[in-house]
């Protein structure tokens, strides 16, 4: 059996990732070379954001306070921004990664977006049942070893009657019996987001990689800029396995193992698994510079991935 879970953009955790992400767009629509690490905790009336910016834009705390009322409604904001470390900086001034780390990519045969397909099921089902209605919610999908299928579903605002409808409709387009399903089963709820739960940045990094079959390097994602290689060399691991997959025929999924030291501009470690085999990565200029040119990572383009994961959504690393 395999399973993975999706959550919707309403729940407190995407909150969080969203306006981190939302406020690395802001400093980067200004400043395409900003250096920023934005950390976002909320919940009940209040929102703290903390973290390193150092930038020729000027965001004023008064424009980050609207950042964040126009995702989640919170006009209660502490801000705490300080510029980066000079210590760190130092590396990545000439080039260097931004910090040490591991970073994943993963790509597969199992459908069009070349996800694990449990991890696909469930973030489809989520985006459908989000279009209809738009707050908290989470997803789950278990695929059984017959091909059968056990959900859970659970929105806020949302009826069960609507939830099941929604459910077994997209299964039956998607050619899978469903053996079990639930559908809000602790009840029907409307209270959710910050108004029901706190959240923080990077909570949910299974659900922005790739569902737990798949290690993730452990670094989060959203509200860093592009010199951090836990968000932008996992993007370039994600692409040269989907290049890798192209060009591996016969091969039903790729690995891709990149780590980094901090202020050095090359991996230590650049490595795909196809198969039972493991070889070294090479064509690639995966110096941190490389990789933001190549992938076009100075964009204001962040505040999109935190919605519903940052793989296999159409954007550059694919």
């Known amino acids: 059996m395999r399973t993975a879970e999706c959550v919707s953009p309403g729940h407190p955790d995407k909150l969080c990732d969203i306006i981190s992400d939302s406020i690395l ?21 209040k929102v703290f954001i903390t973290g390193e910016v150092t930038s020729n834009a000027t965001l004023t705390d008064s424009d980050i306070r609207t950042i964040v009322y126009n995702v989640c409604g919170v006009r209660d904001v502490t801000i705490n921004l300080t510029k980066q470390s000079p210590l760190i900086a130092q590396g990545v001034d000439i080039g260097g ?22 991890y696909y099921l469930s973030r489809e089902l989520n985006k459908l049942v989000y ?22 579903c659970s929105f806020q605002n949302a ?13 039956s387009e998607q050619s899978y019996n469903i053996e079990a399903l639930h559908c809000n089963p602790s009840g029907d709820w409307n ?14 990094l299974a659900v922005d990689n790739y569902g737990p079959r798949v290690p993730i390097g452990g670094g989060a994602f959203s509200g860093k800029d592009a010199t951090k290689v836990d968000r932008s060399a996992a993007y370039m691991a994600r692409r040269i396995a989907v290049d890798y997959l192209d060009k591996c025929f016969g091969v039903d999924e790729i690995y891709v193992q990149l780590a980094y030291a901090i202020g050095y501009d090359q991996p230590l470690q650049a490595t795909a ?7 070294n990565i090479e064509g690639y200029d995966l110096s941190p510079k490389g990789i933001i040119e190549f992938l076009d990572l100075k964009q204001p383009i962040y505040a999109q991935t935190a919605k519903f994961g940052h793989m296999g959504c159409g954007f550059n690393w694919k």
Do not use: W
């Not at 790509?107 to 069009?112: G, I, Q």
């Not at 959710?192 to 739960?197: H, I």
């Not at 698994?273 to 070889?279: A, L, R, S």
């Open 273 to 279: 698994i196809i198969g039972n085999h493991i070889t």
């Open 97 to 118: 990664a931004g910090d040490q780390g591991i970073m994943i990519g993963y790509a597969c045969n199992e459908n069009v977006q070349r996800l694990p397909q449990e």
């Open 25 to 45: 767009d802001g400093y980067l629509k200004q400043d395409p070379n900003s250096r920023v690490a934005v950390e976002t905790m909320g919940g009940h009336g």
């Open 131 to 152: 279009d209809e209605f738009p707050y908290d919610g989470k997803t789950q999908v278990t695929i059984t070893h017959d091909e059968k299928v056990r959900v859970v």
């Open 159 to 171: 009826p069960k009657k609507s939830l099941e409808e929604l459910c077994k409709g997209f299964f």
């Open 191 to 204: 209270v959710g987001g910050f108004d029901a739960d706190a959240g923080v940045t990077g909570r949910k």
